[in-house]
């Protein structure tokens, strides 16, 4: 899954989602006062600009460029509180205690020796900020394996959960179902879900 790997499925056809934001982060950031947010794997933008115009400033990551050539394109209205950034997250960790939120909607985070990956999204968040990390449930009944991709390769929610230092305190950390219908193809019908504060 390197940059040619996204570019390629990006490219596959005009518009590779559906272009509304995820559900969880819907549900979950309503309400909450305006801040700096990282969109972690931002893809085409939906969530970047979704939190753009509900008064955020949002840095949206992701490794494809030509993801990211479309997120800029849709964002003429928010041009000003959005800024893009293609990057390997694998590899290149965000900016230190920089956002009250760190959104990771079904980013695919590989297990690493030493976590060192998850550590630095972890140390992005900002003392007091959120992390809002959200999976696909794949031990759900109609979860079906992709060929050749281990999901336990990928960590997932719970995981995460129980990788955070002491002081950490988990808001949530469930399965629940989908918000909207699975995009086609998809046949995910619950998230799991963790939100996390980190502390002052």
């Keep these: 899954m390197d940059a040619q790997f996204w570019d390629d499925r990006y490219g596959s056809r005009d518009q590779l989602f559906?272009?509304?934001?995820?559900?969880?982060?819907?549900?979950?950031?309503?309400?909450?006062?305006p801040g700096q947010a990282l969109d972690v794997g931002c893809g085409e933008g939906a969530d970047a600009l979704w939190l753009a115009r509900h008064g955020w400033h949002v840095t949206g990551v992701d490794i494809s460029a030509v993801a990211?050539?479309?997120?800029?394109?849709a964002a003429a209205?928010?041009?000003?509180r959005v800024a893009w950034a293609r990057a390997d997250l694998n590899v290149t960790p965000p900016p230190a205690a920089a956002?009250?939120?760190?959104?990771?909607?079904?980013?695919?985070?590989?297990?690493?020796?030493?976590?060192?990956?998850?550590?630095?999204?972890?140390?992005?968040?900002?003392?007091g900020g959120?992390?809002?990390?959200?999976?696909?449930?794949?031990?759900?009944?109609?979860?079906?394996?992709?060929p050749d991709v281990d999901p336990r390769a990928f960590y997932q929610p719970?995981?995460?959960?129980?990788?955070?230092?002491?002081?950490?305190?988990?808001?949530?950390?469930?399965?629940?179902?989908r918000t909207v219908?699975?995009?086609?193809?998809?046949h995910h019908t619950h998230?799991?879900?963790?939100?996390?504060?980190?502390p002052r």
Excluded at 68 to 73: Q, T
Excluded at 163 to 175: A, F, K, R, S, Y
């Design 18 to 33: 559906s272009g509304a934001p995820n559900g969880v982060l819907v549900t979950e950031i309503t309400g909450c006062p």
């Design 68 to 73: 990211l050539r479309r997120a800029a394109e």
């Design 130 to 146: 959120t992390l809002l990390f959200v999976g696909h449930d794949i031990a759900g009944p109609t979860a079906r394996p992709v």
């Design 158 to 177: 719970a995981d995460i959960a129980r990788l955070l230092d002491p002081g950490w305190t988990v808001q949530i950390n469930e399965t629940r179902p």
């Design 99 to 127: 956002f009250d939120l760190v959104s990771v909607q079904y980013f695919p985070l590989p297990h690493q020796p030493g976590h060192a990956a998850l550590r630095g999204l972890l140390n992005a968040v900002a003392p």
């Design 191 to 198: 998230d799991t879900v963790l939100r996390a504060r980190r």
């Design 181 to 186: 219908p699975a995009p086609a193809g998809t």
């Design 77 to 80: 209205d928010v041009a000003d």
